[in-house]
């Protein structure tokens, strides 16, 4: 180990909460899809940082925008106007269908705000509606709200109690959707695509019962697209890709391309229901997040950056059934666009500093899933690149490991 890691290991382990069990890695800069550590070392990304880093790192567009912003003006507080909230909130309006916008800087806040808002425009209209259903395998954040419609029980067990009135439904189970619907659910809350429940996207059939029981019963859905949203699947938003008509959605992670902001993009009908002083967020949508945000959409939109996610997304997928063939701890290939999971017959855990000694950087989630979520700009000849070091990465699991 060198001594930049070891020193930074160890002024950590001091200091720092320990919280996250980390790779022993330490990166110091990047480049488009590549990272490099400390020593010098070249990694290709196939992670950016959990979807995040959408354009890739120290994207030259993105770099002078927030460069030019931080010596302009940063933040004011949303006591005041500044011009570029309303821009960012009509971008965003336009992709989404959702006309308004509320301006958070995480996705477990969009999160929050979807649910607060629920519930206040079910009090705006004077109706008890006590209930949340949520999925199994569903994330949604760590703060207490976004936490009580998260399932795992690892993170739920050492806080409870939770919100009261929350229901879990098992994914892609219709007739259990339906029965646990009702004229008692204030909203249902589900991630399209569940990304850290292991890259599983809802079906057709269960998103038209979600429209259904909403139909039905007048709740209210939150489609929480911090993962899914924004492109990584080659649509602006997965929910309208799968025929759900979210009443309020949940975005984050790729909005500020590493800036952290986040928000809840609120539909006509709810937004009537929310009054001056019902929400509020000191650093929400400042000019610097919001600046970083409009830089990022004028990618997406105006950049062609949605075709070129399409095309790679089919090449990515043919790449990886070959590759799923090739390795039989692979069972199934899922996802779409640039959010794919492997999942292996095994704890996915090995691979991962497998794929980095190979110069390649990818995560595990639910145990035995691999996940991928590249930067939105790699190109096909980068993801080659990427999945033959991960191809030679999964071989040295397998070799290592024997049969599961
Ligand atoms: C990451 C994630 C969140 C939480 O976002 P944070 O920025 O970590 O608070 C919420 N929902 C989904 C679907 C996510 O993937």
Not at 38 to 57: N, Q
Not at 105 to 133: D, H, M, Q
Not at 210 to 216: G, L, N, P, V
Not at 303 to 326: F, N, P, Q, T
Request: proline share 5%.
């Amino acid at each position: 180990m060198t001594t930049v890691m070891a020193d930074v290991q160890a002024l950590e382990a001091r200091h720092v909460l320990q919280t996250y069990r980390r790779a022993p890695v330490t990166f110091v800069r990047g480049a488009g899809v590549r990272l490099y550590d400390a020593e010098g070392r070249e990694y290709l990304d196939l992670l950016s940082g959990i979807g995040v880093a959408a354009l890739g790192h120290a994207h030259p567009g993105l770099a002078r925008a927030i460069a030019e912003q931080a010596q302009t003006l940063m933040h004011t507080s949303n006591l005041f106007y500044h011009p570029l909230q309303g821009q960012l909130a009509e971008r965003l309006a336009n992709l989404s269908d959702l006309p308004r916008a509320f301006f958070c800087n995480s996705g477990a806040e969009a999160v929050e705000a979807c649910l607060k808002f629920a519930r206040r425009y079910w009090y705006t209209r004077g109706e008890s509606r006590p209930e949340i259903i949520a999925l199994d395998g569903s994330f949604h954040g760590r703060t207490f709200g976004a936490l009580s419609v998260t399932s795992d029980p690892h993170y739920r067990a050492p806080f409870e109690p939770l919100l009261a009135g929350v229901r879990f439904v098992p994914a892609n189970d219709p007739a259990a959707l339906r029965a646990a619907v009702s004229h008692s659910t204030a909203a249902i809350i589900a991630e399209p695509i569940q990304g850290e429940g292991g890259v599983r996207p809802l079906t057709p059939a269960f998103a038209a019962a979600i429209t259904d029981a909403c139909h039905h019963t007048g709740a209210l859905l939150i489609a929480d697209e911090v993962q899914s949203g924004l492109g990584r699947t080659g649509y602006p938003f997965y929910s309208a890709a799968i025929g759900l008509k979210p009443h309020l959605i949940s975005v984050g992670k790729a909005l500020g391309g590493g800036v952290p902001i986040g928000a809840a993009l609120i539909s006509e009908d709810v937004a009537h229901a929310i009054s001056f002083g019902d929400h509020g967020s000191t650093y929400g949508g400042n000019l610097l997040a919001c600046r970083a945000a409009l830089c990022v959409l004028d990618e997406l939109i105006g950049g062609g950056l949605l075709a070129h996610i399409g095309r790679v997304g089919r090449h990515v997928e043919h790449r990886l059934k070959k590759m799923a063939a090739a390795h039989p701890i692979v069972r199934e290939v899922r996802g779409g666009g640039l959010i794919w999971g492997l999942e292996l017959d095994r704890d996915a855990a090995p691979v991962v500093p497998a794929a980095l000694a190979q110069g390649v950087v990818v995560n595990r989630t639910a145990e035995t899933v691999v996940r991928l979520l590249p930067p939105l700009i790699i190109t096909t000849d980068e993801l080659d690149e990427g999945l033959a070091r991960l191809d030679a990465a999964l071989a040295r699991v397998e070799a290592d490991g024997g049969p599961a």
